[in-house]
């Protein structure tokens, strides 16, 4: 099994940023990639971010420019870095694991983007 611990968000306004950590514990092996959805109300999941093991990224197109994604490997822990944030950003955020057979989700956190 794997726990997935998130961390960061909370209330900031328009162009203000914040930076979410997840944390990851357990059986942390045969990992191939971690990364960041998020789900505003009435919406369905998306993709924002994701980090392969390999150092690779990709964005959703509405946050490029504005987000990174990172991993501190030592920590077993990957950061999403939000800058100009904006109210459409307002969205619980998941962090999500994928290992070569299967994936975990952490609880999520609440980021609002409002003044």
Do not use: H
Request: net charge positive; with cysteine; hydrophobic share 30%.
């Amino acid at each position: 099994q794997v726990q997935l611990v998130e961390s960061g968000g909370g209330l900031v306004q328009p162009g203000g940023s914040l930076r979410l950590s997840c944390a990851a514990s357990g059986s942390i092996f045969s990992i191939t990639a971690m990364g960041w959805y998020r789900q505003a109300p009435g919406k369905e999941r998306e993709l924002v971010a994701r980090i392969t093991t390999g150092g690779s990224t990709s964005y959703a197109d509405s946050v490029k420019g504005r987000f990174t994604i990172s991993g501190d490997n030592a920590k077993n822990t990957v950061y999403l870095q939000m800058n100009s944030l904006k109210p459409e950003d307002t969205a619980v955020y998941y962090c999500k694991l994928t290992r070569t057979y299967d994936t975990y989700w952490g609880q999520g956190t609440q980021v609002t983007v409002s003044s």
